[in-house]
């Protein structure tokens, strides 16, 4: 039986703060604060209109710097969570009335551990579709992304995953939209926070030393850009 919006809200909001206890939360804020600075900041741009999509408990929006923020979330809790100049809409992108409603055109949108909970490839091709319309033409949209290439002994130790991708698939896809890829690193971030670099100071180091990249990277890295001179919308979709 499928989930309503109502009860979709209610059963993301159990299952994420069943997921990360108070302490682990407060842990992931200053693990995104070394991430931000030490490498997501660069490819954001302080001057950015920014987008955030499933962004949860907002450690990212929350941190960055940009002009304008935003973030799109079905988790209730995000509202609380987030800080003063955080615009926040409770959207299903997957539902073309709710997803129209959000008109602003931006000029990055960041998704990180979003793809992997979506049902099959037609909602990714949706979702992408989706920021296409929304980046302004030059935009970028960046990804963090379990690669089931280098994660597939846990990939589905997290109930909620359903949607396998590579650095390869989710490439060709991107490319398939209109993307150009600027920046893809298959093997970046350890799988999960749960495990290796709960410290600061550990994923500042392992920042610095990207040898380690090869060994420890479980997720992935993209960097697709929409071309400057583009129509509207891309060959495919609404």
């Known amino acids: ?14 299952l994420y703060s069943n997921r990360f206890n108070y302490k682990e939360k407060r842990a992931k804020i200053a693990l995104w604060k070394v991430l931000i600075e030490n490498f997501l900041q660069k490819h954001v741009g302080q001057d950015s209109v920014v987008l955030d999509i499933g962004g949860g408990y907002c450690e990212f929006i929350n941190q960055i710097q940009a002009k304008e923020k935003y973030l799109i979330d079905l988790n209730p809790d995000s509202q609380v969570f987030a ?8 959207l299903n992108l997957l539902n073309f009335k709710e997803r129209d409603l959000f008109t602003k055109r931006v000029d990055r949108i960041f998704i990180s551990n979003f793809f992997e909970h979506l049902n099959n490839k037609e ?21 963090i992304q379990p ?10 130790d997290f109930i909620d995953h ?8 989710l490439k060709e896809i991107l490319e398939t939209v ?39 990277g479980g997720q992935m890295f993209v960097k697709a850009v929409k071309p400057s001179k583009v129509n509207e919308l891309p060959a495919i979709g609404r």
């Open 162 to 169: 359903e949607l396998p991708l590579t650095h390869l698939s």
């Open 83 to 90: 800080n003063s100049d955080v615009r926040i809409a409770h």
């Open 178 to 216: 209109g993307f150009e890829i600027n920046v893809l690193i298959p093997r970046f971030l350890p799988y999960s926070t749960k495990g290796r670099l709960t410290s600061p100071q550990l994923l500042r180091l392992y920042l610095k030393l990207k040898i380690l990249w090869r060994f420890l």
């Open 1 to 14: 039986m499928a989930i309503s919006h109502l009860n979709q809200e209610k059963y993301l909001k159990r």
């Open 123 to 143: 909602e990714l091709i949706e979702i992408l579709l989706f920021c296409w319309n929304r980046l302004k033409p030059g935009g970028s949209l960046l990804i």
């Open 147 to 156: 690669n089931f290439k280098y994660s597939f002994k846990e990939y589905y």
